[in-house]
């Protein structure tokens, strides 16, 4: 086990203990000395003699190891009991009498021990007794201090005083100078002294600060004023109780160094040491210590309680009046700061208290503690003299703000009026003027508080900074400067105001000249049409187009005038404003806004050139169009009618034209009526010539038919109606009917025989001339009695024949020449079978069914036997039910037409015009009755020529706008519309569909299913 320090100096004495040399005694028995020895606690010496004795007497060693092992043992308990004591000396230094009985216990050990243990024993006495002490020096220091802690001060000084017994009786018997002895020890009866008066002092001083505290608290001034003259006496008190203990520690710190000077084996293991930090405490700690710290406990408990209810007070009014000032209420954070700074004043007086400690701790004595009253209650003084001066100025800037708030909703109650523009900126100017009058004012604090900022900046290089008073300044700066750009703002935003307002008026102008210039644009490019005739039309108007683009290049020259003269003003403000964004932005825009114009003048311009370009054309095809006008009429003097039709036609396009550049709906409506009554003249003269040219060709036609000439009596028919429908819309019923039948016998002839045209007419008839020869072979060889070679020459011919009639059916040369085969072959069979095909004939006949074979079979024949019984009469019948033949006479029908063309005469007769559509139609019912009613053709063409034709020659503009887009999505392939506007088309104008190109129109849209 490894031996502890102090154990190992005892043993360490010990040994040296044994070094000293003894001399044998008598002549007895020598190991009985030993005895001697021992029993006289002469250890050192029984050990020496018994070493010599095992020399001498080796064979005795045994006994004299005994000897030895007993001393051993009676040192190992000494050295136990030593071990002991250095443990309680070292764990238990307070328990003074333990450490005693045990050095009386090593005494008994050894009467006579050597110096070195007497010394060893004089030192442990020593060291207990510096243990002791030192101890319940700590223990009186701890105490204090904790009472302290505790807020109990005076109980603290007396734990200090309890110490003042430490060494004293040493250091009375000290040997010392009595009158040296007796004055420490009437200095330290006068700190007992003071600390009786300590006790009395320090109550009133608590009672009387506890009152201003109160004062403090409730922040009235009169209840200040009223607590202040009794607390300022108890501090004096309470001061120079303070100074009396400081000076009678500092007595006895002084006999001290007195002391030691004269002897150095004085230390602080003695009575003056602990006495004199008793009463001031120990430089080495940091806090109030001894009765003097009590005292300072005190004192700095009352003034830091009221000075802790005055900072509370001022924090809470202050943190008021800033949340009052951040939150606007500007007559709130002027009252409030105005008292804070009253209250700080007041304060100032507290803590100029602490001056009393200036005599001993800093003039006579500088002082740790009088070092760290000078530097925080002095940075405490100035923080508060700071806070007064800048409560003032946050109470002024206040009355700036509400001033300016005031001014603020002035400028934001101006109504910009625009028909009173000189007005709302005079308004707008009051208001800026008012913003530089706030901003002279806070520059005036502003330099106020700079100079605060420069006594603070001293005060930190002399070590008084506050870093509170430090981050206020910078508050109230930045405030302070808040407050200036705010009126700045204010100001800008007057200047701002005034330019969008200004600007507004810029841009309504420029507005008004964009408006007329898009009024004009949309003029050239069209408007959506307001006639319900046409709901998709687009209309353009060059002529307003003109009258608005004038207005717009007049507002365009003063717009820029007035640009140039706002900039101008613009860049005459302070920098501040000229370059803030609000007043950059109108600026800018307004800037922005001249090239806008400029940009405009241009486009106005173009617009111009392009609104007089149309007006020209627009003009010109007016021009063009009556000059049509003109023409058609001179064409329509002359007969030529088709000129006429022509240049009315043209004068239509050129009108549209015109209407289709410049939308005029006095010359939409006279120009319909216009080239409606010219039309309108153009049919009836026409129409007279028409009626009696289809007479005409209706007679031509009637006369080829009744004489066979099918093919020229369709042509001259086609040619009267195709003359007809010149003029009228509605088809002729006579041209109608002998075309019918003209084109019904040329039905029943078609593929009877092969006409030149025919695609196949060579191969046919090549075929045809085959057949022919084959027959005729056939034929001789039957007349030579050749059968066979007739049969073959027949087959032969029958298939030409059959080659043929697989193209042509009923060509009537092959049937006929297969009947004549069929006749030579065999006469009898041929017999029957002419019979049989008459038969079928017959019976097709009379059941109305197939009456085109039917007729051609009977033709074939008559070919082979004209003479046939009852042949004749059949085909008659037949030509009647096909309709190429009229029936025989039917004196019922005569009769029925006569009577109905009579009452048409009386209604022509009558001069009843509104009823000559009536009288037309049963005239054409007579003559369905009795075509050859030559006095109901006559009456018809009669009322034909009055009533005058009902086609239309040119279409009014509506219409022909609606057929034009027609056309256009036709040809684009969008024929769904194309039949719309075609649809509406013959709503708005129903007779546009007998034009020509209407109906042309029509049909190819029915040919692709719309």
Same mark, same amino acid.
């Given at each position: 086990?490894?031996?502890?320090?102090?154990?190992?100096?005892?043993?360490?004495?010990?040994?040296?203990?044994?070094?000293?040399?003894?001399?044998?005694?008598?002549?007895?028995?020598?190991?009985?000395?030993?005895?001697?020895?021992?029993?006289?606690?002469?250890?050192?010496?029984?050990?020496?003699?018994?070493?010599?004795?095992?020399?001498?007497?080796?064979?005795?060693?045994?006994?004299?190891?005994?000897?030895?092992?007993?001393?051993?043992?009676?040192?190992?308990?000494?050295?136990?009991?030593?071990?002991?004591?250095?443990?309680?000396?070292?764990?238990?230094?307070?328990?003074?009498?333990?450490?005693?009985?045990?050095?009386?216990?090593?005494?008994?050990?050894?009467?006579?021990?050597?110096?070195?243990?007497?010394?060893?024993?004089?030192?442990?006495?020593?060291?207990?007794?510096?243990?002791?002490?030192?101890?319940?020096?700590?223990?009186?220091?701890?105490?204090?201090?904790?009472?302290?802690?505790?807020?109990?001060?005076?109980?603290?000084?007396?734990?200090?005083?309890?110490?003042?017994?430490?060494?004293?009786?040493?250091?009375?018997?000290?040997?010392?100078?009595?009158?040296?002895?007796?004055?420490?020890?009437?200095?330290?009866?006068?700190?007992?002294?003071?600390?009786?008066?300590?006790?009395?002092?320090?109550?009133?001083?608590?009672?009387?600060?506890?009152?201003?505290?109160?004062?403090?608290?409730?922040?009235?001034?009169?209840?200040?004023?009223?607590?202040?003259?009794?607390?300022?006496?108890?501090?004096?008190?309470?001061?120079?109780?303070?100074?009396?203990?400081?000076?009678?520690?500092?007595?006895?710190?002084?006999?001290?160094?007195?002391?030691?000077?004269?002897?150095?084996?004085?230390?602080?293991?003695?009575?003056? /040491?602990?006495?004199?930090?008793?009463?001031?405490?120990?430089?080495?700690?940091?806090?109030?210590?001894?009765?003097?710290?009590?005292?300072?406990?005190?004192?700095?408990?009352?003034?830091?309680?009221?000075?802790?209810?005055?900072?509370?007070?001022?924090?809470?009014?202050?943190?008021?009046?800033?949340?009052?000032?951040?939150?606007?209420?500007?007559?709130?954070?002027?009252?409030?700061?105005?008292?804070?700074?009253?209250?700080?004043?007041?304060?100032?007086?507290?803590?100029?208290?602490?001056?009393?400690?200036?005599?001993?701790?800093?003039?006579?004595?500088?002082?740790?503690?009088?070092?760290?009253?000078?530097?925080?209650?002095?940075?405490?003084?100035?923080?508060?003299?700071?806070?007064?001066?800048?409560?003032?100025?946050?109470?002024?800037?206040?009355?700036?703000?509400?001033?300016?708030?005031?001014?603020?909703?002035?400028?934001?109650?101006?109504?910009?009026?625009?028909?009173?523009?000189?007005?709302?900126?005079?308004?707008?100017?009051?208001?800026?003027?008012?913003?530089?009058?706030?901003?002279?004012?806070?520059?005036?604090?502003?330099?106020?508080?700079?100079?605060?900022?420069?006594?603070?900046?001293?005060?930190?290089?002399?070590?008084?900074?506050?870093?509170?008073?430090?981050?206020?300044?910078?508050?109230?700066?930045?405030?302070?400067?808040?407050?200036?750009?705010?009126?700045?703002?204010?100001?800008?935003?007057?200047?701002?105001?005034?330019?969008?307002?200004?600007?507004?008026?810029?841009?309504?102008?420029?507005?008004?000249?964009?408006?007329?210039?898009?009024?004009?644009?949309?003029?050239?490019?069209?408007?959506?049409?307001?006639?319900?005739?046409? /709901?998709?039309?687009?209309?353009?108007?060059?002529?307003?187009?003109?009258?608005?683009?004038?207005?717009?290049?007049?507002?365009?020259?003063?717009?820029?005038?007035?640009?140039?003269?706002?900039?101008?003003?613009?860049?005459?403000?302070?920098?501040?404003?000229?370059?803030?964004?609000?007043?950059?932005?109108?600026?800018?825009?307004?800037?922005?806004?001249?090239?806008?114009?400029?940009?405009?003048?241009?486009?106005?311009?173009?617009?111009?050139?392009?609104?007089?370009?149309?007006?020209?054309?627009?003009?010109?095809?007016?021009?063009?169009?009556?000059?049509?006008?003109?023409?058609?009429?001179?064409?329509?003097?002359?007969?030529?009618?088709?000129?006429?039709?022509?240049?009315?036609?043209?004068?239509?396009?050129?009108?549209?034209?015109?209407?289709?550049?410049?939308?005029?709906?006095?010359?939409?409506?006279?120009?319909?009526?216009?080239?409606?009554?010219?039309?309108?003249?153009?049919?009836?003269?026409?129409?007279?010539?028409?009626?009696?040219?289809?007479?005409?060709?209706?007679?031509?036609?009637?006369?080829?038919?009744?004489?066979?000439?099918?093919?020229?009596?369709?042509?001259?028919?086609?040619?009267?109606?195709?003359?007809?429908?010149?003029?009228?819309?509605?088809?002729?019923?006579?041209?109608?009917?002998?075309?019918?039948?003209?084109?019904?016998?040329?039905?029943?002839?078609?593929?009877?025989?092969?006409?030149?045209?025919?695609?196949?007419?060579?191969?046919?008839?090549?075929?045809?001339?085959?057949?022919?020869?084959?027959?005729?072979?056939?034929?001789?060889?039957?007349?030579?009695?050749?059968?066979?070679?007739?049969?073959?020459?027949?087959?032969?011919?029958?298939?030409?024949?059959?080659?043929?009639?697989?193209?042509?059916?009923?060509?009537?040369?092959?049937?006929?020449?297969?009947?004549?085969?069929?006749?030579?072959?065999?006469?009898?069979?041929?017999?029957?079978?002419?019979?049989?095909?008459?038969?079928?004939?017959?019976?097709?006949?009379?059941?109305?069914?197939?009456?085109?074979?039917?007729?051609?079979?009977?033709?074939?024949?008559?070919?082979?036997?004209?003479?046939? /019984?009852?042949?004749?009469?059949?085909?008659?019948?037949?030509?009647?039910?096909?309709?190429?033949?009229?029936?025989?006479?039917?004196?019922?029908?005569?009769?029925?037409?006569?009577?109905?063309?009579?009452?048409?005469?009386?209604?022509?007769?009558?001069?009843?015009?509104?009823?000559?559509?009536?009288?037309?139609?049963?005239?054409?019912?007579?003559?369905?009755?009795?075509?050859?009613?030559?006095?109901?053709?006559?009456?018809?063409?009669?009322?034909?020529?009055?009533?005058?034709?009902?086609?239309?020659?040119?279409?009014?503009?509506?219409?022909?706008?609606?057929?034009?887009?027609?056309?256009?999505?036709?040809?684009?392939?969008?024929?769904?519309?194309?039949?719309?506007?075609?649809?509406?088309?013959?709503?708005?104008?129903?007779?546009?569909?007998?034009?020509?190109?209407?109906?042309?129109?029509?049909?190819?849209?029915?040919?692709?299913?719309?």
């Amino acid at each position: 086990m490894k031996m502890s320090r102090p154990l190992a100096l005892v043993m360490l004495i010990i040994l040296c203990c044994a070094s000293t040399a003894w001399a044998m005694g008598g002549r007895e028995d020598p190991l009985a000395y030993a005895d001697t020895l021992i029993a006289q606690q002469k250890y050192d010496e029984a050990i020496l003699y018994i070493t010599d004795f095992m020399k001498r007497y080796p064979d005795r060693f045994d006994e004299a190891q005994k000897k030895l092992r007993q001393i051993t043992k009676i040192r190992a308990a000494y050295n136990k009991s030593a071990e002991t004591l250095i443990d309680v000396m070292t764990n238990d230094p307070t328990n003074q009498e333990k450490k005693l009985a045990m050095i009386r216990e090593l005494e008994g050990y050894e009467r006579a021990p050597n110096p070195a243990v007497q010394e060893f024993v004089a030192k442990t006495k020593d060291l207990a007794l510096f243990t002791y002490n030192r101890a319940k020096f700590e223990e009186y220091m701890a105490q204090g201090r904790s009472l302290i802690d505790s807020g109990r001060y005076v109980e603290a000084a007396r734990a200090y005083e309890a110490g003042f017994t430490l060494y004293r009786q040493e250091f009375t018997e000290a040997g010392l100078d009595p009158g040296f002895v007796d004055g420490a020890f009437e200095r330290v009866a006068s700190v007992s002294g003071a600390i009786i008066t300590f006790e009395e002092q320090g109550e009133a001083m608590r009672a009387a600060f506890e009152e201003l505290a109160a004062a403090y608290s409730g922040g009235e001034a009169a209840a200040i004023d009223a607590a202040w003259p009794l607390a300022q006496s108890s501090a004096a008190s309470m001061a120079a109780t303070r100074r009396f203990v400081v000076d009678q520690g500092r007595a006895l710190e002084r006999s001290f160094a007195e002391l030691s000077s004269k002897d150095e084996t004085v230390t602080d293991n003695s009575f003056l /040491p602990f006495a004199f930090r008793l009463v001031l405490g120990r430089q080495s700690e940091g806090r109030l210590e001894g009765v003097a710290g009590a005292i300072d406990a005190r004192w700095a408990n009352a003034l830091g309680s009221a000075q802790t209810a005055l900072e509370g007070r001022l924090e809470s009014e202050a943190g008021e009046a800033l949340a009052a000032y951040d939150a606007g209420s500007w007559d709130a954070a002027g009252g409030l700061f105005s008292g804070a700074a009253a209250l700080a004043d007041r304060g100032l007086a507290l803590l100029s208290l602490w001056a009393h400690y200036a005599p001993s701790d800093l003039a006579e004595r500088s002082t740790t503690l009088g070092q760290a009253v000078l530097e925080l209650k002095g940075e405490d003084y100035l923080r508060l003299r700071h806070l007064a001066a800048s409560a003032r100025t946050y109470a002024a800037l206040a009355a700036v703000r509400r001033a300016a708030d005031a001014d603020e909703r002035a400028l934001a109650a101006v109504e910009p009026d625009t028909a009173n523009p000189a007005a709302t900126l005079d308004a707008y100017e009051s208001s800026r003027l008012a913003f530089v009058r706030a901003q002279r004012e806070i520059d005036a604090l502003r330099l106020e508080s700079g100079e605060s900022a420069t006594r603070m900046a001293e005060w930190t290089r002399a070590g008084y900074g506050s870093d509170k008073s430090q981050a206020a300044q910078g508050e109230l700066d930045g405030r302070i400067a808040n407050a200036l750009g705010l009126s700045r703002t204010l100001e800008t935003g007057a200047v701002a105001a005034a330019a969008s307002f200004r600007y507004g008026l810029l841009s309504a102008a420029a507005e008004r000249a964009v408006a007329a210039i898009e009024s004009a644009r949309t003029s050239l490019d069209g408007v959506p049409s307001d006639d319900p005739q046409l /709901p998709d039309a687009v209309f353009r108007y060059p002529g307003k187009a003109l009258s608005s683009l004038a207005s717009a290049d007049s507002i365009l020259a003063a717009l820029r005038a007035d640009i140039d003269a706002f900039v101008a003003s613009q860049a005459s403000r302070p920098d501040y404003v000229a370059s803030d964004a609000s007043v950059l932005e109108w600026t800018e825009r307004a800037r922005a806004l001249a090239a806008s114009a400029a940009e405009r003048v241009a486009d106005s311009r173009a617009l111009t050139v392009r609104a007089s370009e149309q007006k020209r054309l627009a003009d010109s095809s007016k021009l063009e169009a009556e000059r049509r006008v003109a023409e058609a009429r001179n064409a329509l003097r002359a007969n030529n009618f088709e000129t006429a039709r022509e240049r009315l036609e043209r004068a239509r396009e050129r009108y549209l034209a015109s209407l289709s550049i410049e939308q005029d709906p006095v010359l939409r409506v006279e120009s319909d009526r216009l080239l409606s009554e010219l039309a309108a003249t153009i049919l009836k003269t026409e129409n007279d010539l028409v009626v009696a040219e289809t007479r005409r060709l209706v007679t031509g036609g009637r006369n080829l038919y009744l004489q066979g000439e099918f093919d020229r009596a369709e042509s001259t028919l086609l040619q009267a109606r195709a003359r007809w429908s010149t003029t009228n819309s509605t088809p002729e019923v006579e041209v109608e009917y002998w075309l019918k039948l003209v084109q019904t016998a040329l039905s029943v002839k078609t593929g009877r025989d092969i006409p030149v045209t025919a695609p196949l007419f060579p191969e046919m008839s090549q075929l045809l001339s085959l057949a022919k020869q084959y027959y005729q072979e056939g034929a001789s060889l039957l007349a030579k009695r050749d059968k066979t070679g007739a049969i073959r020459a027949f087959t032969q011919a029958k298939q030409k024949i059959s080659e043929v009639k697989v193209i042509f059916p009923l060509n009537q040369e092959a049937r006929v020449l297969e009947l004549q085969i069929d006749q030579l072959s065999d006469p009898d069979e041929f017999g029957r079978s002419f019979a049989r095909l008459f038969n079928e004939a017959k019976a097709k006949i009379d059941e109305r069914a197939d009456l085109t074979t039917a007729y051609s079979d009977l033709q074939d024949l008559e070919a082979i036997n004209p003479r046939y /019984p009852g042949l004749r009469a059949q085909i008659e019948r037949a030509e009647i039910l096909l309709g190429f033949r009229q029936p025989p006479p039917d004196p019922k029908a005569i009769a029925e037409a006569r009577s109905l063309v009579a009452a048409a005469r009386r209604i022509v007769d009558s001069g009843q015009v509104a009823q000559f559509t009536f009288a037309r139609a049963q005239l054409e019912k007579a003559l369905g009755l009795d075509p050859n009613n030559a006095e109901a053709s006559a009456l018809k063409d009669r009322i034909a020529t009055y009533i005058g034709g009902d086609t239309a020659i040119v279409l009014p503009s509506a219409a022909e706008t609606l057929y034009n887009e027609a056309v256009a999505f036709f040809t684009a392939g969008d024929y769904l519309n194309a039949r719309v506007r075609l649809t509406r088309l013959a709503a708005v104008y129903p007779k546009g569909a007998t034009m020509q190109k209407v109906s042309d129109l029509d049909a190819r849209l029915s040919a692709r299913g719309y």
